[in-house]
């Protein structure tokens, strides 16, 4: 094993399913919460499903775990832990939605939905919280995870209505203020990351390489079809569909890229190496990063000994 950081193992596929569905499902209902006020229909044409959503991530969850009840015990800790509030916010906004929905009334499944962008909010303060892994820890993750949410849950309505109705110009300029707002808030983080010493060589390698696909489909083409959509309504609708899944598509793809691909730790660092003669001691070292000093070593100089540091992404509240 090596000092140098690795890519965590224990969060995996079923992590990110959480991220993705239960994020797109949140943004989904606030949204729906919106346009039912004015299409009470809607509730149940896209309330369902967007509750489905999150009850789908929590499945993840489930499974991640690993034993039946051990799921349970999430819910014991709301006073410190992100995860406890995660929780308690899916269950009152469950119950408060599906109520809303079967008596048909909007200012319930809203004030559920409220409830939703607190669980959305718990999301991304469980990944900030996780301080072994640098990616996660970062701040800015916080208004990205939000504004991904919210965008995702924005693009599936403006699909929705623009395939069976005539998309609400104003449900188009939101998508489109929400698709270049997480497009800023995504530059932000990168930026962050890639100063010396923010990040591990790998991390900034991964995020490199999901910045090449994001930039483009998650964000430039969506804008440029939403923009369309807006000038040339309603002979555009097409366009604002195919503008939303770029950005759903976009979302997913950044979520499970930064569950599986951009989530290394730290691994090990020594501040002042040890003097093997009076006088000569070196300086720090701390392989697998850059920016670190007189002691700094790429990841191509890679120890010949095999020392291990499998930091858990432990929610650390």
């Known amino acids: 094993m090596n000092v140098e950081p690795t890519l965590q193992k224990p ?3 079923r992590a ?21 006020f004015r299409e009470p229909d809607w509730l149940i044409a896209t ?6 959503m999150i009850a789908l991530g929590l499945f993840f969850v ?3 775990l690993g034993r039946k009840i051990r799921p349970l015990y999430v819910f014991l800790n709301p006073r410190t832990s992100w995860m406890s509030r995660e929780a308690w916010f899916s269950v009152a906004l469950v119950i408060l939605c599906l109520s809303g929905i079967l008596f048909r009334s909007p200012g319930v499944v809203f004030i559920g939905s409220l409830f939703g962008l607190g669980y959305l909010f718990s999301q991304a303060q469980i990944l900030k919280s996780a301080r072994g892994i640098p990616a996660w820890r970062e701040p800015r993750i916080v208004p990205l995870m939000m504004l991904t949410g919210l965008a995702e849950g924005a693009s599936v309505l403006v699909i929705s209505t623009s395939l069976l109705a005539d ?12 698709v270049t707002s997480r497009w800023y808030a995504w530059t932000v983080y990168y930026v962050s990351l890639k100063r010396p010493g923010a990040a591990p060589i790998l991390t900034v390698d991964a995020l490199d390489y999901l910045r090449r696909i994001l930039n483009p489909v998650g964000h430039a083409l969506p804008v440029a079809g939403l923009a369309a959509a807006l000038v040339y309504s309603p002979d555009f609708q097409l366009a604002g569909a195919l503008a939303g899944l770029f950005v759903l598509i976009g979302g997913w793809v950044l979520k499970f890229n930064l569950m599986t691909r951009v989530a290394y730790n730290q691994g090990f660092a020594i501040a002042h190496t040890p003097a093997r003669a009076p006088g000569y001691g070196g300086g720090g070292v701390k392989p697998g990063w850059t920016g670190t000093g007189s002691g700094e070593r790429t990841i191509e100089e890679r120890p ?10 432990a929610e650390l509240d």
């Open 62 to 64: 489930w499974l991640k």
């Open 167 to 178: 998309a609400p110009a104003w449900l188009i300029f939101a998508l489109l203020f929400l």
């Open 304 to 313: 010949s000994g095999d020392f291990a540091h499998a930091m858990e992404p």
């Open 47 to 52: 309330g369902l499903p967007a509750l489905s």
């Open 16 to 36: 990110a399913m959480q991220f993705i569905s239960g994020g797109t499902g949140a943004g989904l209902l606030f949204f729906t919460a919106l346009f039912s």
């Open 11 to 13: 969060w995996d596929w």
